[in-house]
């Protein structure tokens, strides 16, 4: 969809930035998917890698459009990019139109995925607009009959230095005009796509847009309810449907009673092999008939093993796959050689993407070609999977993307827009598929649950000579990462398509450096191959949080076996500069007065006990340290997050306040995912599946301070925020319980019941 | 049978006709008068992402039958402010940036909204009260405290 940044500039051009003192109060009406063309853009028909055309187009009006193939999953990525294009390009922000994951005008770039936005896309396209500005400051050479060297651009205008009256503008070079100039591209596609220009890039001492907090062009359309999402889209003679889950996993329609639903206006049954919906022309009637339908199910026995239990599960299953990441030295040789050992197992839940609206997908299957609305995040990959599911040529699907729900992860958008690509085919129809809240919960793909197995071996002067980390779990992609194999949909696995499961987990980086030193990974197979309501994928920092809840909490027991500060024993075995500067600055920050883990200088049978703890992770070239301060109510065993500290390193930072305001809202997220939120079943299907049974954050449980504070880099390249700071919580949090109370809880959630019985047990 | 009912929705009269008066306010609102504000969520009265005024108080229009709503004032988020005519609550929204998906905006903003008209200056405990059975899925909690309380420091 198009992402005008001059949304607001019919009003007051400075109120762009914040602290400019403008007020920002008005936005065009706005309905880019409506107004999109139907086909690529006329100056770029055919869309090609190798052209810079495909990448970013200047128009007459001076605008400029910015072909993002991937997408905005609501934490303002738009932004940061239209300022980075902007900047290279030397145009105003307000002129970037930013065009996202539509697959008619947009390559595969592979979509939200790894927080690589800015890193990857982002850098990308800052060497497509340079490469623009170089060929446009080249043309406007020979109009002004010039030397490059003597040429100024300022906001799109190519002048003479020496003599500014002579001019000419990028659009009266180029408008609506193709560059039809070659770039650089690497040969692949999604994630791993890139492409370079020829020209050189900008230094960050240059930079006048890059680096400001330019405010978000999509939040004014939400504040006045303004901003379509896939869920609001009426299509001429669209229905409205709804999907038919069966009550136990693994249940197949046998019988269906169309005549049960006889009595409801309009409504009408699509059964698709075992794929069941009920359709109506009014969105009510068809959720009348959902409830209605009576069907006969077939018997199944899924047979899974107790919620509370499948710890025990994943400790006894089958290993399918057993991977080392890193080793160096000999961990058993270490072990032997140890004065000391210690070991621990932590144990991270099942969660659910839990999104705030549940899937809304729509698809348009005609004749002559498929258009899909859809907010997934990985838009090109749906309309991959829609055209395997129809058996369509690909060039025939369109997925246009629309802003809509946080997904964090792949949710369910991707599965809705595959069921209503399946029943617009049966029906000759438009559809509209809107889960239920049940259905979000119980039916989307999940994010595993762990088991960190932890051992260390410390020498006779509390040195760290062995340490060894293997967590077991679920793969990571029951199903894949995106919806683009008809097998990766619950629609496809319900039509029969063979399935394509992988076995895969993987280990966060870690800076810590010890002698003799294992990390890796076990998977087990899945408790139900096809159509799980428990099926594994990607969930936001998908092996951070299960991992470094254990990998972090078992460091500070190393620290407290070794007599020493928990951030003094992190800064003796990191050595990277900005590892240690991102402990040192969160430690600071927070005041941090260094003690040997549990306090002693409290009365330990007060009725509130109040500690700290911290947790550092490296994802890539992103330094993070996290504080957290609890207070542990020990009557209850309720553990209340009162202040967490976060010192940010991601290299060079874009927009200061949208990247201050994307790690506030992920420590709060990871605060539910810590404390509260964990997937419950019982052997025949999952049962928290509304908002008390799958229990989220909520305003009196989130930490009333949270402090951000981002250390800037700009010599260093981007690398990445958008969620690897909340997969710190959990250990953090469960640090500061510890250092508060002497007990380790080794669980998570912190739920006030699981917390009162290990203080107990202590 | 098909039913005509007559709704008062931002001061302006609306008739739909309905199938079923059980139907909740929500689906008259998206699906007849396409109002598109309220949001669903969950249809449980559970996030507040549905939410509307009914004589000035909050109600979640997914839990709340059309016929039980005939004759009184419903307020929606569109009602509620304009960019030409933006309730102070939707100047501090952007001012602080609140938002990061923004589905669940419409709850918030219009509990907050329903909170400054009884009370003008609430206090932060006051607002987290009025927050407290809202779901926002991207955190953004903190920061819609922040927004209410730049409304009320500048009553």
Not at chain 1, 66 to 82: C, E, K, M, N
Not at chain 1, 166 to 192: C, H, M, P, T
Not at chain 1, 278 to 305: D, G, M, Q, Y
Request: hydrophobic letters at 40%; aromatic letters at 6%.
């Amino acid at each position: 969809m198009n992402e005008p940044s001059h949304i607001l500039a019919n009003l007051h051009r400075r109120a762009f930035l914040n602290g400019a003192g403008a007020l920002v109060v008005g936005l065009a009406s706005h309905d880019a998917w409506a107004q999109t063309p139907s086909a690529a853009s006329p100056n770029n028909p055919a869309m090609l890698a190798t052209k810079l055309d495909s990448y970013l187009a200047i128009k007459a009006d001076g605008t400029v459009d910015v072909f993002y193939g991937a997408i905005d999953g609501g934490q303002g990525l738009a932004t940061s990019i239209a300022q980075m294009v902007a900047e290279e390009l030397d145009v105003d922000f307000a002129r970037i139109v930013m065009v996202m994951g539509d697959s008619a005008r947009t390559l595969n770039m592979g979509g939200a995925s790894g927080a690589t936005g800015v890193s990857r896309r982002g850098v990308m396209l800052m060497s497509m607009a340079a490469d623009a500005r170089r060929i446009l400051v080249e043309r406007a050479a020979d109009k002004l009959g010039a030397a490059v060297e003597k040429l100024g651009v300022e906001d799109g205008v190519v002048f003479l230095k020496a003599e500014p009256a002579r001019r000419v503008s990028f659009a009266e070079l180029i408008g609506d005009r193709s560059f039809g100039s070659d770039v650089k591209w690497n040969g692949q596609w999604g994630n791993a796509h890139s492409a370079n220009g020829m020209a050189s890039v900008k230094k960050p001492s240059e930079y006048k847009v890059v680096g400001k907090s330019f405010r978000r062009a999509d939040l004014a359309r939400k504040v006045f309810g303004q901003q379509d999402f896939p869920g609001d889209i009426k299509l001429p003679g669209m229905l409205h449907a709804r999907m038919v889950r069966p009550p136990v996993a693994g249940a197949v329609p046998v019988t269906v009673d169309e005549s049960s639903i006889g009595q409801i206006p309009d409504a009408r049954l699509v059964r698709v092999k075992d794929l069941i919906a009920v359709v109506a022309a009014k969105e009510w009637n068809a959720i009348r008939a959902l409830r209605a339908l009576k069907v006969a199910w077939s018997t199944s026995i899924p047979n899974f093993p107790d919620h509370d239990r499948i710890h025990d599960h994943i400790r006894s299953a089958a290993v399918t796959q057993r991977t080392i990441e890193r080793e160096n030295g000999d961990v058993e040789d270490g072990l032997r050689s140890a004065a000391r050992i210690l070991s621990a197992e932590y144990e991270y839940p099942t969660h659910s993407h839990a999104s705030m609206g549940p899937a809304c997908g729509i698809a348009d299957v005609r004749d002559d070609g498929v258009t899909i609305y859809t907010s997934t995040q990985k838009p090109h990959y749906a309309a991959d999977g829609v055209a395997d599911l129809l058996g369509v040529p690909r060039e025939k699907v369109r997925a246009i993307w629309m802003y809509g729900t946080g997904s964090y992860g792949r949710n369910d958008q991707g599965d809705a827009t595959a069921d209503a690509a399946v029943l617009s085919k049966a029906l000759g129809a438009p559809v509209r598929v809107q889960w239920m809240r049940q259905e979000a919960l119980g039916w989307d793909p999940k994010g595993t649950a762990a088991v960190n197995r932890l051992r260390a071996g410390l020498d006779a002067n509390g040195e760290v000579i062995a340490y060894e980390l293997i967590s077991k779990a679920f793969s990571r992609e029951n199903v894949a990462t995106n919806e683009g194999r008809a097998a990766a949909t619950l629609a496809g696995q319900l039509l029969g398509f063979p399935l394509e499961p992988k076995n895969t987990f993987n280990i966060p980086f870690a800076s810590y450096t010890f002698p003799h030193n294992r990390v890796g990974w076990e998977t087990i197979a899945p408790l139900m191959d096809r159509a799980s309501p428990l099926r594994s994928t990607h969930l936001r920092d998908p092996y951070g949080p299960p991992i470094l809840f254990g990998s972090e909490s078992f460091m500070d027991e190393i620290a407290v076996e070794a007599g020493m500060d928990p951030v003094e024993f992190r800064l003796k075995y990191l050595k990277h500069p900005r590892d240690i500067e991102a402990v040192k600055i969160a430690a600071e920050k927070a005041g941090w007065t260094p003690r040997v883990s549990p306090r002693n200088d409290i009365d330990r049978s007060s009725e509130v006990l109040e500690g700290r703890g911290i947790a550092f992770r490296r994802h890539f070239d992103t330094f993070i340290g996290v504080v957290v301060e609890v207070r542990v109510h020990r009557k209850t065993g309720v553990v209340e997050p009162t202040r967490i500290v976060c010192a940010h390193d991601c290299g060079l930072i874009v927009n200061p306040e949208t990247l201050k305001h994307v790690i506030e809202r992920q420590l709060v997220y990871g605060t539910g995912r810590t404390t509260v939120e964990e997937l419950t079943w019982d052997q025949e299907k999952v049962t928290s599946v509304d908002w008390i049974s799958y229990p989220v954050l909520h305003m009196e449980h989130v930490p009333p301070k949270i402090e951000v504070h981002l250390i800037d880099r700009p010599e260093a390249a981007p690398s990445g925020a958008a969620e690897m700071a909340l997969g710190l919580v959990p250990a953090a949090m469960g640090n500061a319980v510890f250092d508060a109370t002497g007990v380790r809880l080794r669980r998570v959630p912190f739920t006030a019941s699981r917390v009162k019985a290990a203080l107990d047990r202590a | 049978m098909a039913k005509r009912v007559t709704l008062k929705i931002n001061n302006r009269q609306h008739d739909i006709e309905i199938d079923d008066p059980e139907m909740p306010l929500l689906y008259a609102l998206r699906d007849e008068i396409g109002l598109n504000n309220p949001r669903f969520g969950c249809g449980l009265g559970q996030c507040g992402a549905c939410t509307v005024h009914i004589d000035g108080r909050t109600a979640r229009s997914c839990s709340i039958s059309v016929s039980a709503v005939e004759g009184l004032e419903i307020t929606t988020l569109h009602g509620l402010g304009t960019p030409e005519k933006p309730h102070p609550l939707q100047i501090a929204w952007i001012e602080e940036q609140v938002n990061q998906c923004g589905y669940c905006i419409n709850g918030w903003i219009m509990e907050g909204a329903a909170l400054l008209a009884r009370n003008p200056k609430p206090t932060e405990k006051e607002a987290r009260a009025a927050f407290s059975t809202l779901i926002c899925r991207c955190g953004t909690h903190n920061a819609a405290l922040r927004a209410v309380m730049r409304v009320s420091n500048q009553a």
